[in-house]
């Protein structure tokens, strides 16, 4: 069973930077897809960063160039580098994961299988 749990979350300024954790556990591979999602009060769970199989990245329009999805040779941690933060990222993010997605599915929070509990990010001065 795949268990993700993530961490470093918290209050950051206008402008400043997190580095969220999601920590792996229970059995992923290299099939296994890993992304990040956040969800605002009152709004959809909205597709943030994916890394994919192959290791290639991809990220949405809000957050390309700002934001950075990373995993480490073991796999047993993923990262997601968040810079030049805004209050409308603010959110709860969720770390997903799933050896069964599709490219084309990369963006649907309910094709993934496997989530965290989520982590509190808000930006605000």
């Known amino acids: 069973q795949v268990q993700l749990v993530e961490s470093g979350g918290g209050l950051v300024q206008p402008g400043g930077s997190l580095r969220l954790s999601c920590a792996v556990s229970g059995g992923t591979s290299s099939s296994t897809v890993m992304a990040w999602f956040r969800q605002a009060p009152g709004k959809e769970r909205e597709y943030v960063a994916v890394?994919?199989?192959?290791?290639?990245?991809y990220y949405a329009d809000t957050v390309k160039g700002r934001f950075t999805i990373s995993r480490d040779s073991s796999k047993t941690t993923v990262w997601l580098q968040m810079n030049s933060l805004q209050p409308e990222d603010s959110g709860v993010y969720y770390c997903?994961?799933?050896?069964?997605?599709?490219?084309?599915?990369?963006?649907?929070?309910?094709?993934?299988?496997?989530w965290g509990q989520g982590t509190q990010v808000t930006v605000s001065s």
């Open positions: 890394r994919w199989r192959s290791g290639a990245t």
């Open positions: 997903a994961a799933d050896s069964a997605i599709i490219l084309s599915s990369v963006f649907e929070a309910r094709r993934y299988r496997y």
